[in-house]
């Protein structure tokens, strides 16, 4: 069982701040890193993986530094997102070139073992460059996985599959996780994480904005206070009702949108009280849209909080 660890870690290029000192530690089990595109979790991940170097603090591995460190990275497997690959290699002759940059005894049975767990032995002998972005991914796993790593990272491992694909590599990331090996992967999708990760943690702009289970995650998010753009039928009388309940925090008239801008701080009360009141004062309610549901403002919140 092997567990990383980031202690106040900063990563910045040039001026801009990548990573802004993110503490963490990732153990055995399926962890989620969590966060908007542009978060940092790419440059976070290239970190553990010992692909990048901190601008200041550390990540280990069991105690060791991983950056520059050949026996660590003997213990890390890493499935990178971005999609360039050797296409002019098939999946077969792919995998194994990495099991022979890792020295192992075995390397073409090694190969065909990993391309067997992600159920790419039909499609072995072709060339990448004819593979579906799915199939590109299932590949870059048997990579990664070629050595039999104790730890496993993946950077958004989830794009461009197929939702019987998906369900293939939740599997095999909740067996990995379940056999006690260090399984983390990032997502800026929270339902896709509540799905496999035991644990997530959350990254926003760089910074580590909250941990936790999702259940505590989801509460966080739910707890905070939430906006809503609401049009109707009459939209003053509307604003007049709902402002005099003490979950409705505030309620601006957007002239340009014709709308409410409505600020909830108790999500569940509101929920209900908006289309009673509605109802109780004859107000027909046109459109009700959240209009900070993104994951940047879900957790600016909690960073800020």
Known sequence: MSTLIIDNVSRW???????????????PGVTGLLGPNGAGKSTLIN???????PSTGSVTLDGTQIWR???????IGIVPERESMYDFLTGQEFVLANAELHGL?????AAQRALATVEMEYA?????????????????????LVHDPSVLLLDEPFNGMDPRQRMQLMDLLRQMGAEGRTVLFSSHILEEVEQLAAHIEVIVAGRHAASGDFRKIRRLMI???????VRSSDDRALAAAL???ASTAGIEVDAAEGALRIQAVDFNRFTELLPRVAREHGITLLTVSP???????VFSYLVAA
């Open 223 to 229: 707890d905070r206070p939430h906006r809503y753009l």
């Open 69 to 75: 460190n050949e026996q660590s990275y003997r213990h």
């Open 124 to 144: 072995a002998g072709r060339k990448i460059s004819t593979y579906s972005k799915g199939m590109r991914q299932r590949v870059k796993m048997a990579s990664a």
């Open 13 to 27: 290029f040039g001026n801009v701040v990548a990573v802004n000192d993110v503490t963490m530690t990732i153990g």
């Open 105 to 109: 005894p075995k390397p073409r049975a």
């Open 243 to 245: 402002i005099a309940d």
């Open 47 to 53: 970190m553990m993986g010992g692909f990048l170097a």
């Open 291 to 297: 209009s900070d549901e993104s994951l940047e403002s």
